[in-house]
């Protein structure tokens, strides 16, 4: 089996709701549990009768996966036939908003869990809200605890209708309503046979559904250099295929060099060989003539070139505890690359109740924002776009601090109309 790139798949909703019985269930029901400890409790208790508490089951597994893991999310993975996923679970607000927007979660998919006899709550919609901004656009929203409405077909219809309207506000337009209820297992990877009613697809199936890295195969390839080391007389230029696709044969422009070479041999890791490799793989290539990349430059299609600026708009998630000013100067991280940027103008700050754009002076603490970033030397990037990563900056302060996260939108003589993540 190939070493492929898992789906992460981030799941939110309104505490309470029902987001780790939906967790736990769905990883026991798919067989993903392979810590024997707790699959052994869940039998146990199962077969004396006693409910499971599916929330306790997570407690345990995000206890001991945290103390080998530095970022501040729990990453689940599992897998659902021959795809490979990760649960994506951060807790807290602030937890969510770090782990998204500074790659450690790069969802490209949702599910927003909801109640379905309470309906949307304050932080549904502050969640919602979140993964508009953040640019997520495959939301599944799974009606939970929907065994609390009796399975009934025109009650679930009603919050859903109520649910509608709220992400209509927010201009998302969720993929799939799920009616199901975590605790029971109804429609979570089993159909349930108390909604006859509902012939749409179970959350397995949603989820099976959810446009993975092939998605980004298509695009123009963009392959960033991670590293280029030399092994057995050759050079190998080692990354990560962020878009589209690379074979054996293919003309590639390097970075801001500018210089053309072909790619004389593929190599990937733990996977069978084969003359081609696609987006979410990792490479290790060959270059003809053998011109020498740095770390951070990009390799792409002569033919299909990233923006070229030095002036760049970005949206900007501001996570540092003091309120951003215009001249700060940071670090951009930008997929592979680090570029010294200095904060040139704040051009509006949006407001998180109403998501109104105002003008402001400085990004408060935790606000969000588009600025203009000025570089010494012209940057080139790829503007942010859903289900793509390579587009989205990371900021970072002198200490190597995370300050914010900042998907690049433009360069900055481009309107931010044209650009916004609508
Ligand atoms: P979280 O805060 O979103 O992680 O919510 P939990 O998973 O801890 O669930 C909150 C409460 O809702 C717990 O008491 C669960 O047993 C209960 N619950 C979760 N799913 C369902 C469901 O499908 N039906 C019913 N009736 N209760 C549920």
Redesign the pocket.
């Known amino acids: 089996v190939a070493l492929e790139a898992a789906t992460p798949i981030v799941i939110v909703?309104?505490?309470?709701?029902?987001?780790?019985?939906?967790?736990?269930?769905l990883l026991y029901d798919t067989d993903n549990l392979e810590d024997g400890k707790v699959a052994q409790i869940i039998e146990s208790s199962k077969k004396r009768g006693l409910?499971i508490?599916?929330?306790f089951l997570?407690d345990s597994l995000q206890i001991e996966r945290d103390q080998g893991v530095t970022v501040d999310s729990t990453r689940l993975p599992f897998r659902l036939g021959d795809r490979q996923f990760v649960i994506v679970d951060a807790?807290g607000h602030r937890q969510f908003l770090r782990n998204m927007i500074t790659g450690a979660a790069d969802a490209d998919a949702a599910v927003l869990?909801v109640?379905a006899?309470e309906g949307a709550q304050e932080q549904t919609r502050r969640h919602a809200m979140l993964l508009r901004l953040i640019g997520i656009r495959h939301i599944i929203v799974l009606l939970?605890?929907?065994?609390?409405l009796d399975f009934d077909e025109q009650r679930v219809a009603a919050v859903r209708r109520s649910v509608t309207d709220l992400l209509g506000q927010l201009g998302l337009e969720p993929a799939l309503f799920v009616p199901?209820?975590?605790?029971?297992g109804?429609n979570i990877a089993s159909r349930s046979d108390r909604s006859p009613w509902y012939t749409g697809p179970i959350l397995t199936e949603a989820l099976a559904a959810v446009p993975g890295a092939d998605s980004r195969a298509g695009l123009p390839l963009r392959l960033p250099v991670q590293d280029v080391y030399r092994f057995d007389d050759k050079r190998y230029v080692a990354g990560r295929i962020e878009r589209g696709e690379i074979r054996v044969g293919d003309s590639l422009t390097i970075g801001a060099q500018g210089s053309v070479a072909r790619v004389a041999s593929i190599e990937r890791w733990q996977a069978p060989q084969r003359d081609f490799a696609l987006a979410g793989e990792s490479v290790a290539i060959t270059l003809e003539p053998d011109v020498i990349p740095d770390r951070g430059d990009l390799l792409f299609p002569p033919s299909a070139k990233p923006l070229k600026a030095a002036r760049i708009r970005a949206r900007l998630f501001w996570l540092r505890q003091e309120p951003l000013r215009v001249g700060e100067s940071f670090r951009l991280r930008l997929a592979t690359a680090e570029h010294q940027v200095t904060v040139a103008s704040i051009d509006s700050v949006v407001r998180l109740d109403d998501l109104t754009e105002q003008a402001a002076s400085e990004v408060p603490p935790e606000g969000f924002a588009e600025i203009t970033l000025a570089a010494a030397e012209a940057i080139q990037f790829d503007p942010f776009t859903p289900g793509t990563a390579d587009g989205r900056g990371v900021l970072v302060d002198r200490n190597q601090r995370i300050v914010g996260g900042a998907p690049l939108l433009g360069p900055a003589e481009v309107s931010a109309e044209h650009n916004a993540i609508h």
């Open positions: 909703g309104h505490v309470d709701h029902g987001k780790s019985t939906l967790i736990g269930r409910a508490e599916w929330s997570l807790p869990v109640d006899n939970n605890k929907v065994d609390l199901a209820s975590a605790r029971d109804d």
